[in-house]
């Protein structure tokens, strides 16, 4: 199957993803797969998975986490939603449900069966911005790690990738006990953002 979906054009290739529904059945609200990507984009966001007001409205990040996510690298919502400097490709396409403590993680099915063909299409990226602890345990080398500690070794990655916390209001006592984060990460990865925009932009 794989070796068929990376024959396909990159516009059939997308539509393949979105009409996916291999874990329609473990998905309370149904399967609505939510990426953005072009095989222009300069920039992957790599989130969790679309949380609830992300599944209703279509749109990736769009919520409070998107807000400073967008905060922190400097940039439009229009910019943001422009696929072609872009990507937003999340550990899981779909709305997974809520458990106890929050949303549930992403779908395991959804990245043996798309990340490796996706990510093969995206030739231009110059700067992967990894989030949240499955997203850094697939890209990482040592993902594994804590959150914590694969973000204070961010510069063992950079500039290509960036591992960071969830930018989720839900994190905001991280960010209060990790103040270096803010002080010195954002200045460095708004400047690299900047830097990958201008070049799309010639």
């Known amino acids: 199957m794989t070796d068929i979906l990376a024959q396909l054009p990159f516009d059939e290739l997308v539509r393949e993803v979105r009409a996916c529904t291999i874990c329609a059945e473990s998905l309370p609200y149904g399967p609505r797969p939510i990426v953005q990507l072009s095989p222009s984009s300069r920039i992957l966001v790599v989130g969790q998975a679309p949380g609830r007001r992300v599944h209703e409205t279509g749109l990736p990040f769009n919520d409070p986490s998107g807000d400073r996510l967008r905060q922190w690298m400097g940039i439009t919502r229009e910019t943001f939603y422009d696929d072609r400097k872009l990507a937003i490709l999340p550990m899981g396409f779909c709305y997974p449900g809520t458990g106890k403590s929050g949303d549930l993680p992403p779908r395991p099915e959804c990245a043996p069966a798309w990340r490796s063909v996706l990510l093969e299409r995206l030739?231009?990226?110059?700067?992967?911005?990894?989030?949240?602890?499955?997203?850094?345990?697939?890209?990482?080398?040592?993902?594994?790690?804590?959150?914590?500690?694969?973000?204070?070794?961010?510069?063992?990655?950079?500039?290509?990738?960036?591992?960071?916390?969830?930018?989720?209001?839900?994190?905001?006592?991280?960010?209060?006990?990790?103040?270096?984060?803010?002080?010195?990460?954002?200045?460095?990865?708004q400047k690299r953002v900047s830097e990958l925009l201008s070049e799309s932009d010639r």
């Open 123 to 189: 030739t231009n990226i110059g700067l992967t911005l990894v989030i949240g602890q499955y997203a850094h345990a697939w890209h990482l080398p040592n993902g594994k790690k804590s959150v914590t500690e694969n973000v204070k070794n961010w510069r063992k990655y950079w500039p290509d990738l960036l591992p960071m916390p969830h930018p989720s209001p839900r994190n905001n006592l991280w960010l209060r006990r990790n103040p270096w984060f803010e002080k010195e990460v954002i200045p460095e990865l």
